[in-house]
């Protein structure tokens, strides 16, 4: 039910998810900064002991922006330098919308914490054993993908973490959707 074009979709999940995913990817990028790397230069050292071998070996870097001469306008620009290694077209980001105003948001919130206290579950979101005609939580999902989406790629729907965040969205979309058509009708 997402639609990656609608600004206030896009404001919903990055103001229910986002901190969460920032704390995974911060989860990831420290874990694998400690992984080992295989090959002949590093002796199965990870990234973090690259580091701080370098830095024993070279000195810790310092940014020039710390440095009082520092003048932006004398280093050339980074997608110069990193064009070459460009491959596609940038990504359009459609614009974040916050649909509130004021103590709009807070009113939004307070029902949203009503239907999930209340663990109301949308119909026509896929969340009903009915929806998904099997006698559990689909196991995965096919997302179609590359050129022309002519591959699929089954996602892993691990229910103890799936389902729960689905059902979140989907509490909170149907609040929103409900929230503003009551709104546009006042």
Same mark, same amino acid.
């Given at each position: ?58 000195? &810790? ?7 009082? /001469?520092? @003048?932006? =306008?004398?280093?050339?620009? #980074?997608?110069?330098? !990193? ?59 096919? &997302? ?7 591959? /699929?790629? @089954?996602? =892993?729907?691990?229910?103890? #973490?799936?389902?729960? !965040? ?21």
């Amino acid at each position: 039910m997402l639609d990656a074009q609608n600004p206030l979709h896009l404001w919903l999940l990055h103001t229910l998810f986002l901190d969460d995913i920032n704390c995974d990817c911060q989860t990831f990028h420290e874990e694998w900064n400690c992984h080992p790397i295989s090959g002949p230069n590093t002796n199965n050292k990870s990234l973090k002991d690259l580091c701080f071998l370098g830095q024993m070996q070279h000195g &810790i870097y310092c940014k020039h922006e710390e440095h009082e /001469d520092y @003048d932006p =306008s004398q280093e050339p620009l #980074i997608t110069s330098q !990193q064009q070459e290694h460009v491959n596609h077209k940038a990504v359009l980001v459609p614009s974040l919308q916050n649909p509130f105003q004021s103590n709009e948001e807070a009113v939004f919130f307070v029902g949203l914490h009503e239907v999930i206290t209340q663990d109301i579950t949308p119909d026509n979101f896929g969340l009903t054993p009915a929806e998904w005609g099997l006698e559990q939580y689909p196991p995965f999902e096919t &997302i179609h993908v590359g050129c022309h989406a002519a591959k /699929d790629l @089954d996602i =892993s729907l691990a229910e103890p #973490i799936w389902y729960t !965040q689905a059902c979140l969205w989907c509490q909170a979309l149907s609040a929103l959707s409900f929230y503003l058509l009551m709104h546009e009708h006042s």
